[in-house]
């Protein structure tokens, strides 16, 4: 009788142990598919910055999507329970919004190729150039950082 009462609580408590091993895995991969959905938006934000800077005429739709893109994004990375246990820091969220809003986003100081032509190349030739490096350097540091939380926090 002993015998089958403690094969009955081996079982029992394997079972558990397991169950709760699952679930702490299946957690720890929608965390980190969470993530990397992320990641996929920030990189998305960088490619339509980029185009957006790029552009002959200033889109106002283009600016709003992506300043709405951008606002999700923040709130996003400061949301509970994931994000907030990535203690990700604000000054990288800022660094990449200024690189990407900067004034550009207000239509009189949109600096489009033809602008500096026409006026005479106020801007540097490569003023364009290092505003893509900017928002490049910008995305990958907060890129970085999220990576390096992810694979300390989920392993």
């Known amino acids: ?3 089958l009462l403690v094969s009955w609580l081996l079982i029992i408590g ?3 142990f397991v169950h709760r091993a699952t679930l702490s895995r299946e957690r720890r991969k929608e965390k980190r598919e969470e993530i990397n959905n992320t990641i996929q938006e920030i990189r998305a ?3 339509i910055a980029i185009d957006f800077h790029n552009s002959k005429i200033f889109d106002e739709k283009a600016a709003s999507s992506l300043t709405l893109r951008i606002n999700r994004l923040n709130r996003k990375l400061q949301a509970p329970p994931t994000f907030n246990e990535l203690k990700i820091p604000t000054q990288l969220m800022i660094e990449f919004r200024k ?3 900067l004034e550009h986003f207000d239509k009189s100081n949109f600096p489009s190729m033809v602008q500096r032509i026409m006026k005479g190349n106020p ?3 490569t003023s364009i150039e290092i505003l893509i490096r900017d928002i490049n350097s910008a995305t990958d540091d907060l890129v970085d950082c999220i990576e390096a939380e992810k ?4 392993p």
Do not use: D, H, L, V
């Open 45 to 47: 934000i960088e490619n």
């Open 123 to 125: 801007y540097p030739a």
């Open 151 to 154: 694979n300390n926090k989920f």
């Open 1 to 3: 009788m002993a015998q």
């Open 99 to 101: 690189t990407i809003t």
């Open 14 to 16: 394997g079972w558990f």
